[in-house]
């Protein structure tokens, strides 16, 4: 939803140079490619905790590993996420960076407000 929302931002109200739009799109299918991966080994990871509640019963040492895994590849994922929306700030002119810092602060805040 986040996601989805900074880049109707980038698309629809900043008005981005060419090469802006050039620079946005080879980042955002870069950062496709990552963020299948990750959600591709979180699902790996799941299908493992699976595998270890129904071994287990129980919060054994199984399910404690797969949990770390889990926590770990969600790690990863966020801090892809992270690189990839400063990145996508990188190429922003100086007007539009502060538009673009509130829109990332009111995603980040919009529960907790």
């Given at each position: 939803?986040?996601?989805?929302?900074?880049?109707?931002?980038?698309?629809?109200?900043?008005?981005?140079?060419?090469?802006?739009?050039?620079?946005?799109?080879?980042?955002?299918?870069?950062?496709?490619?990552?963020?299948?991966?990750?959600?591709?080994?979180?699902?790996?990871?799941?299908?493992?905790?699976?595998?270890?509640?129904?071994?287990?019963h129980g919060?054994?040492?199984r399910v404690?590993?797969?949990?770390?895994?889990?926590?770990?590849?969600?790690?990863?994922?966020?801090?892809?996420?992270?690189?990839?929306?400063?990145?996508?700030?990188?190429?922003?002119?100086?007007?539009?960076?502060?538009?673009?810092?509130?829109?990332?602060?009111?995603?980040?805040?919009?529960?907790?407000?």
């Open positions: 939803h986040t996601g989805a929302e900074l880049h109707a931002l980038l698309h629809d109200r900043l008005t981005l140079d060419a090469q802006q739009a050039a620079k946005l799109d080879a980042f955002e299918k870069a950062f496709a490619v990552r963020r299948k991966a990750l959600e591709l080994e979180l699902r790996a990871d799941n299908a493992q905790l699976a595998d270890a509640i129904e071994a287990e919060f054994g040492p404690a590993a797969a949990v770390d895994a889990c926590h770990m590849t969600m790690g990863e994922l966020q801090k892809a996420t992270l690189e990839h929306v400063f990145a996508m700030r990188s190429l922003l002119k100086p007007d539009q960076t502060a538009v673009f810092d509130q829109a990332v602060v009111k995603a980040l805040t919009a529960d907790a407000r």
